[in-house]
């Protein structure tokens, strides 16, 4: 195992296919390192199935604070509500770009005039339902 550390605090010199060489050695080594620990890994990772964050005290019984389990229910209502502000906000400003400059939703080159009245209400509508479907 020594031999391994070894080789992973190797100072490199300043030839990048030879470093490329020593990174590639350390990879490995390391990798090997853990594959000769499999099973203690896989009983570690056993151990978590009886684990979930819903069982855990959202307060502290002594101080009240908040725990770590606690901010969990806090941190999934916040990313909810940010990520749907993000879309908001998307929303408006492709509408108002589309409606006051007269822009498509995605910029495309198309061998007719995709400017007329029902055509480019039809290709922006195709372009937000196909962006939707993706």
């Known amino acids: 195992m020594e031999n391994k550390i070894q080789i992973c605090t190797t ?9 490329f ?3 590639h050695l ?11 620990r499999n099973r203690q890994i896989q009983h570690l990772l056993s151990l978590t199935d009886s684990f979930a964050w819903e069982e855990l005290p959202t307060r502290d019984p002594e101080t009240g604070d908040i725990t ?6 806090i941190i999934q209502t916040l990313t909810k509500n940010l990520v749907s502000i993000g ?4 929303v408006i400003q492709s509408t108002v770009r589309i409606v006051m400059n007269h822009e498509m939703v995605f910029p ?4 007719f005039d995709a400017s007329s009245s029902p055509l480019y209400e039809i290709i ?11």
């Open 108 to 111: 495309v080159w198309f061998p």
């Open 11 to 19: 100072v490199f010199p300043s030839k990048p296919v030879t470093s």
């Open 87 to 90: 879309y908001a906000v998307h």
């Open 21 to 23: 060489h020593k990174l």
């Open 26 to 36: 350390c990879l490995i080594s390391t990798l090997s390192h853990y594959s000769y």
């Open 124 to 134: 922006n509508f195709m372009q937000v339902m196909f962006t939707l479907l993706s």
């Open 68 to 73: 770590n389990a606690g901010y969990i229910p």
